[in-house]
């Protein structure tokens, strides 16, 4: 067991380490002179000469090697220091931490109404296992698989907002502006939810201590809530932090969409205006949660599944 953590807490300091010079790195990769760009964000519409540029060079350490800045850029970051905006002059931590709770929100209700859906949906066609009802239920979840959030998301606005004016089409203004967005984002998740814990609760129907069970006389319904059901939801749990952290990436085109000020739509507005320190404090605390989150899924598959320890031994 104690390998097994070391490697993967090892590996979660590796791709945080990875993920955050990559994030660094942004600046570098646009066009422009980054400098030029704090300095017309401090002083719009004044001719910059070079003197000026070379004086803020010397001040922020841009001419320092490039780990050298790493380094101070990462000390400031554990800190809590992303920098100031280009665009608002105000500290981006100020504005990550109510776009990110926001973007949470959406986050785990979409995954709470996929899993009670998920669970309901893959018992009943497991338990229902090549009869209408579990031909439906494959044959649907399979189908939403393939439907993407900007096809769907346009589609509820125009049915529930436009046409029935049941719920508000774009905003954060209350609870009920999270039931589309959560919609969207909880769809596919759903999919694929279903097709695993019916697979989960079809293999633990067939488990050695189920078919003991039936043997010794204990009723169907005993057996499936105390050997079935719990044996056969154990996938969903790392299926549920895997796609946690694919949500967190994946809500830029729904918050875009909505308008919500999310962490999708402070990424998005980042890019757009070509603001650094927004789109860099946005992308390395998705990026950040999202490695951390698929780590714990995998330590606590690990814990769950001996198998997965032997294999990373």
């Known amino acids: 067991m ?45 001719v910059i000469d070079d003197s000026a540029v070379e004086a803020l060079s010397l001040q922020l350490g841009l001419n320092d090697p490039l780990w050298a800045q790493y380094l101070r850029w990462l000390g400031r970051l554990l800190t809590g220091d992303m920098g100031l905006s280009y665009t608002s002059r105000t500290p981006v931590a100020d504005q990550v931490l109510p ?11 979409a995954l709470g109404t996929a899993g009670a859906l998920s669970v309901v949906l893959g018992v009943t066609a497991a338990l229902q296992e090549g009869r209408p009802a579990d031909k439906v239920i494959t044959a649907v979840t399979q189908a939403f698989i393939a439907v993407p959030e900007y096809w769907l998301a346009p589609l509820l606005v125009l049915a529930f907002a436009l046409q029935l004016s049941a719920l508000p089409s774009a905003g954060w203004e209350g609870p009920q ?19 695993a814990v019916r697979e989960g609760i079809l293999e633990a129907l067939g488990a050695e201590h189920v078919v003991a069970a039936r043997s010794r006389g204990v009723s169907h319904l005993q057996t499936v809530a105390k050997h079935v059901i719990p044996n056969g939801l154990l996938p969903l749990t790392t299926l549920v932090a895997v796609w946690f952290a694919g949500l967190l990436g994946g809500s830029v085109i729904v918050e875009v969409i909505f308008a919500i000020p999310g962490m999708g739509r402070l990424l998005f507005d980042g890019v757009l205006n070509s603001d650094i320190p927004l789109a860099q404090g946005a992308v ?30």
């Open 284 to 313: 390395v605390v998705v990026v950040g949660l999202a490695v951390v989150l698929t780590t714990a899924a995998d330590l606590v598959h690990g814990l769950l599944n001996p198998q997965i320890r032997m294999s990373h031994a």
């Open 2 to 46: 104690m390998p097994f953590l070391a490697r993967r807490t090892a590996a979660l300091v590796a791709a945080v380490l990875l993920a955050s010079f990559t994030v660094f790195l942004i600046p570098y990769m646009t066009p422009g002179d980054t400098v030029r760009k704090i300095i017309r964000s401090r002083v719009a519409g004044e």
């Open 177 to 195: 502006s999270a039931v589309l967005p959560v919609a969207v984002l909880a769809l596919r998740p759903t999919s694929y939810f279903t097709s």
């Open 99 to 109: 776009a990110l709770w926001i973007t949470l929100s959406l986050v785990v209700l």
